[in-house]
């Protein structure tokens, strides 16, 4: 276990030592993976560090002590995936409770919201993140909770997090921010007036497209206490593999994301110059209509994922996913390996057809997640994909 965090360090030390430290007993330079479910504890009514693995778990503190660092929060809590650590924070709230929430939000937290939450009474309200007026107008005094994305999915929308937070402060709500697209790298949400930072760890957190899990992240002590006890009382806990897996993801995550980035700009910039493509949609564009907010909240570069509209629109668009080699034909994102999808029938499926149309989400829309290969095959990749996916006669 860490003291706490060493604020003087950069992040990139920070991801490799904070929360991991080495092994006391044996000099291991990667702290254990410790599967154990239970802990034998000082005596009968006493306690030690550990003593049930769903209260407490040594392999998972060390990632939620790793990721609270780079986040700059006090504490996190690690679930076993990103829509469990949602669903985690959504528990703060009560039957009568309303929640406002980005027109582009999540399909997994459009569905949370809409299907399961409105039984218990919490009702939601979308609304246009990047304008205050129609979140002011979407206001009710029963609001309680904005939850944001920022770039959202999959038009990439860019939120002004600060100015969003400043206003939401203002009517007394709390703020979630979702940063699995931006990752602490490139947005730190907390710095910007957030109180709850939520991550599926499945994506850039882990990488590696080999683990399922999800984190909230926040600063206050007392928010803190109450996310914890509903974890607890819930159980949808992150496992001791995943956690393990999520610390040394965390190592690299530095490197990857700038390095993702890098290439989905130049690709960006490329599939902008093609007569084929209708339009690109990549925050590090200055065409993207969050550009601006994107060069003030992103610290480095513009993250890994990019979206794009072909003119020919959906029997092209699915030729054209269908037609790649190095980019997989999958839902997720954020990993070494560059994905691929159309949101209409895949990652949005869970909109209906007329919240899809209303939210611009256009059956032509190709998403990427753009990965660790080289920018020169992934180039070429898309090339002969667009080809094959136009060449055809309609
Ligand atoms: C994947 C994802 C989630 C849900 O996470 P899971 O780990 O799949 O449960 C939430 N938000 C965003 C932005 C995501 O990409």
């Given at each position: 276990m860490s003291d706490s965090p060493r604020d003087g360090w950069d992040f990139s030390t920070r991801a490799i030592h904070v929360g991991q430290?080495?092994?006391?007993?044996?000099?291991?330079v990667v702290p254990p993976l410790h599967l154990a479910s239970t802990f034998v504890q000082p005596g009968a009514g006493e306690w030690g560090a550990f003593d049930y693995s769903r209260s407490g778990n040594p392999t998972r503190l060390a990632f939620e002590t790793t990721l609270a660092s780079l986040e700059g929060g006090t504490k996190a809590l690690a679930y076993a995936s990103g829509m469990a650590a949602i669903h985690g924070a959504m528990m703060l709230l009560e039957a009568g409770d309303h929640v406002l929430a980005g027109r582009d939000v999540y399909g997994g937290t459009y569905r949370l919201l809409h299907r399961i939450l409105d039984r218990v009474g919490i009702t939601v309200t979308l609304a246009d993140t990047t304008d205050l007026s129609a979140l002011e107008n979407a206001l009710?005094?029963?609001?309680k909770l904005l939850w944001l994305e920022s770039?959202?999915?999959?038009?990439l929308t860019m939120t002004d997090l600060a100015a969003c937070s400043e206003w939401a402060k203002e009517k007394g709500l709390l703020v979630g921010v979702d940063n699995t697209f931006a990752t602490p790298v490139l947005t730190r949400p907390l710095e910007l007036g957030a109180d709850i930072v939520m991550h599926s760890?499945?994506?850039?957190?882990?990488?590696?497209?080999?683990l399922l899990g999800g984190a909230l992240v926040v600063q206050d002590k007392d928010l803190f206490d109450k996310l914890y006890y509903i974890q607890n009382a819930t159980g949808a806990v992150m496992g001791p593999l995943e956690s393990f897996l999520c610390s040394r993801g965390l190592k690299t995550l530095s490197l990857r994301v700038l390095a993702q980035s890098k290439t989905a700009l130049a690709l960006a910039l490329w599939l902008d110059q093609?007569?084929?493509?209708a339009r690109v949609l990549y925050?590090?564009?200055?065409?993207?209509?969050g550009h601006a907010i994107a060069q003030q909240q992103m610290e480095g570069a513009y993250g890994a994922m990019l979206s794009f509209e072909l003119k020919a629109g959906f029997a092209a668009a699915q030729r054209f996913v269908e037609s790649?080699?190095?980019?997989?034909?999958?839902v997720s994102l954020g990993a070494v390996e560059s994905l691929i999808e159309q949101p209409a029938s895949?990652?949005?499926?869970?909109?209906d057809a007329e919240a899809r149309a209303k939210h611009g989400i256009h059956d032509g829309l190709i998403r990427l997640s753009v990965g660790l290969e080289a920018e020169t095959d992934l180039r070429a990749d898309l090339a002969q994909a667009l080809q094959k996916a136009t060449s055809v006669g309609s």
């Open positions: 430290d080495k092994d006391p007993q044996t000099g291991a009710t005094t029963k609001t770039p959202g999915n999959p038009l760890a499945t994506k850039y957190l882990g990488g590696h497209s080999d093609q007569p084929e493509v925050p590090g564009l200055p065409s993207h209509p790649t080699e190095l980019f997989q034909l999958a895949m990652s949005h499926a869970s909109y």
